[in-house]
């Protein structure tokens, strides 16, 4: 077996065609019939997963709101020596009125050349702009890639979390962005790491139904037993949003498919409530192979043992 080289990315090889990625990514599971209703009974429906985190990763900018540095990191058209002499007689950590610095502005709208000469000035790394986010989350958020690695190479933390709880990871797999989450881990992001909602990246993955990071996840040794403040695990998500193929890939991996949520439902009770019945068909599957595997290792107590 090959061991996967984990030799830290230049930010040259990051730098990918345009078109090959996707490019923000979007939720496309919302308010399904298991999830619906407001007894005490129904912990946690899908209105409760803050999605106000994903919307508008782009910073709206008006240039009569940013000074002479600001729209210079924003717009990048300062020649190089201007640049510098600027520098020299301005505060590098000065904000703007949503408190970004001119970090966050340029990492924001990809001007790597500017984030380079900023850290050359040593500004300051993880500043927090009005959501408490930092440079490198934003460069997250806008799939700016030579950002992201040169932000990294510098020795940005790249699991500060922001006011919702997201680390650069979470929006890295918001955006079905293997690239960047490969990245972030290589620099030690926290794959368990959990926003506000209790969601790990994997489970992020699992509610978004973005099922290529979910399988870049696992790959990546993501805990598939993980709970979210409801009490729901990757599987009870799963089956929330109806997807055979991901209850299936989940099922193949070491996971509790009996485990039950803050209201006491486990991933099968919302799979019959859903009518969902080929998932249906998958727990029960997977419930007879459970009993005949336990039922063989009891058979033969001295055979795990020889093992």
Same mark, same amino acid.
């Given at each position: 077996m090959v061991a996967e080289v984990c030799s830290k990315p230049a930010a040259s090889a990051m730098k990918k065609p345009f078109g090959l990625r996707s490019r923000m990514g979007k939720w496309c599971c919302h308010c399904f019939s298991c999830c619906r209703g407001s007894g005490k009974s129904n912990v946690?429906?899908?209105?409760?997963? *803050?999605?106000?985190?994903?919307?508008?990763?782009?910073?709206? $900018?008006? &240039?009569? #709101? /940013? *000074?002479?540095?600001?729209?210079?990191?924003?717009?990048?058209? $300062?020649? &190089?020596? #201007? /640049?510098?002499?600027?520098?020299?007689s301005t505060d590098v950590n000065e904000t703007d009125t949503e408190q970004r610095t001119a970090l966050h502005l340029a990492s924001a709208n990809g001007n790597s050349e500017i984030v380079k000469l900023l850290l050359y000035r040593r500004c300051e790394l993880h500043a927090f702009d009005s959501k408490k986010r930092t440079a490198l989350i934003k460069a997250v958020q806008c799939q700016e890639d030579e950002c992201v690695l040169t932000l990294l190479e510098h020795g940005t933390d790249p699991d500060l979390p922001d006011v919702y709880g997201n680390t650069a990871l979470h929006y890295a797999v918001y955006n079905?962005?293997?690239?960047?989450?490969?990245?972030l881990l290589l620099y030690g992001a926290d794959i368990e790491a959990k926003n506000k909602c209790?969601?790990?990246?994997?489970?992020?993955?699992?509610?978004?139904q973005k099922?290529?990071?979910?399988?870049?996840?696992?790959?990546?040794?993501?805990?598939?037993?993980?709970?979210?403040?409801?009490?729901?695990?990757?599987l009870i998500l799963a089956v929330c949003c109806g997807s055979a193929s991901m209850v299936g890939l989940l099922l193949d991996q070491d996971i509790d498919a009996f485990c039950q949520d803050k209201s006491g439902k486990t991933?099968?009770?919302?799979?019959?409530?859903?009518?969902?019945?080929?998932?249906?068909?998958?727990?029960?599957?997977y419930k007879e192979k459970q009993k005949s595997k336990k039922f063989s290792e009891n058979s033969n107590p001295g055979k795990e043992a020889e093992e």
């Open positions: 946690g429906t899908w209105a409760h997963y *803050d999605d106000g985190a994903f919307e508008e990763p782009r910073y709206q $900018v008006r &240039r009569e #709101d /940013l *000074d002479q540095l600001h729209r210079a990191a924003w717009w990048g058209k $300062v020649p &190089r020596a #201007d /640049l510098i002499v600027m520098l020299r079905e962005d293997k690239l960047l989450a490969k990245a209790g969601l790990t990246p994997l489970s992020l993955a699992v509610y978004g099922e290529k990071m979910m399988k870049f996840l696992i790959k990546k040794k993501a805990n598939v037993n993980a709970i979210d403040k409801f009490g729901r695990t990757v991933a099968r009770d919302y799979a019959v409530s859903s009518q969902h019945n080929i998932i249906c068909q998958l727990l029960s599957d």
